[in-house]
């Protein structure tokens, strides 16, 4: 579909990504999903080089995003040299459909 879901838990309403079955802030087990903005900021990045994993390009840059919902997710960076990639900088998410019907999700910078 395209959006952006993180999970979140129904009781006390804590983000959290990776999913889980149960919320380590207060153990409920009624988990839920809530569609993020997709809008965040770069909190951390890596650029990976080798080996090589298609359907990628390299030089790959991986980022930890800061997401505006409060939670953090690793994803992919497009559309900016590898040189050019800055803590703080504006980031939107984006998919993409790679090998038939697979949607990844990647984000791109944006204007502040």
Do not use: W
């Amino acid at each position: 579909k395209r959006q952006l879901l993180i999970q979140r838990c129904a009781g006390c309403r804590r983000l959290q990504h990776p999913p889980a079955p149960m919320c380590p802030s207060c153990h409920g087990f009624a988990m839920e999903a809530t569609l993020a903005s997709g809008r965040g900021t770069v909190h951390s990045f890596v650029v990976f080089h080798h080996p090589p994993v298609p359907p990628f390009t390299y030089p790959n840059v991986i980022v930890l995003v800061d997401l505006a919902e409060g939670t953090r997710l690793v994803s992919r960076l497009v559309g900016v040299a590898p040189d050019d990639v800055a803590i703080g900088m504006p980031v939107q998410v984006d998919f993409e459909t790679v090998e038939g019907d697979l949607t990844l999700h990647y984000f791109r910078p944006v204007e502040a």
